[in-house]
């Protein structure tokens, strides 16, 4: 998995902003492919901060390209394009109570952290039916690295926001069956 570079703008809560990368960010997701594997087929976001180059790089490596919008970064409502020194000042408690307890104190108007894993985790599953046995590349987005990464690693949903996902870092994760979302559920507290 491969997570966007800097984005134009800064830094913001970005969901689902079709906001597109700088010319540095572009430069650091080239940079951390450099000496990457072979892979087979790449799957992206298609918000532009990903597809963009997930574009470039499959046509430099002649490789397949799939969009699946279930990649896309958590629904941020009213959060969208704002900073979080733009959410303090308004409502000082929210973001500390979203950060303290992301899965019972969404953003308002956004998508709750079980959606957001419900979306995330059936395309996860549908990338690993439609191509068995492939070294994917998922150009994506923070959110959805640590998500998976939490799946895999069968950690609670509440240490999401605690794992760290610089722009244009790569994570590994190997295939594996995707559990049931009940029993995720049940985990994840």
Same mark, same amino acid.
């Given at each position: ?7 134009? @703008? ?8 079709? !906001? ?17 594997? %072979? ?10 901060? =990903? ?10 490596? %002649?490789? +397949? ?11 941020? $409502? ?12 308004? !409502? ?8 303290? !307890? +992301?899965? &019972?104190?969404?953003?308002?108007? @956004? ?22 046995? =492939? ?6 987005? $923070? @959110? ?9 690693? %069968? ?18 994760? +190997?295939? $594996? +069956? ?8 049940? &985990?994840? $507290?």
């Amino acid at each position: 998995m491969l997570r966007h570079g800097e984005t134009v @703008g800064g830094n913001r809560f970005r969901g689902h902003r079709d !906001d597109p990368l700088t010319d540095a960010g572009l430069a650091q997701m080239w940079q951390s492919v450099a000496d990457g594997p %072979q892979w087979d087929h790449i799957v992206t976001s298609p918000l532009r901060r =990903c597809a963009q180059f997930a574009h470039a790089l499959a046509t430099t490596l %002649q490789l +397949p390209l799939t969009r699946d919008a279930r990649f896309k970064e958590m629904h941020f $409502g009213q959060w969208e394009g704002r900073s979080a020194a733009e959410i303090t000042t308004e !409502d000082p408690q929210a973001l500390a109570r979203f950060w303290r !307890d +992301p899965d &019972n104190h969404p953003p308002p108007g @956004g998508e709750t952290l079980r959606q957001f894993q419900q979306r995330v985790l059936a395309g996860w599953q549908a990338l690993q039916e439609t191509l068995p046995g =492939c070294n994917v590349l998922l150009v994506t987005h $923070g @959110g959805v690295i640590r998500l998976l990464w939490c799946h895999h690693h %069968q950690r609670p949903l509440r240490e999401l926001l605690s794992i760290e996902v610089a722009h244009a870092s790569l994570h590994y994760l +190997p295939a $594996g +069956p995707v559990d049931k979302p009940d029993v995720l559920q049940q &985990n994840s $507290g």
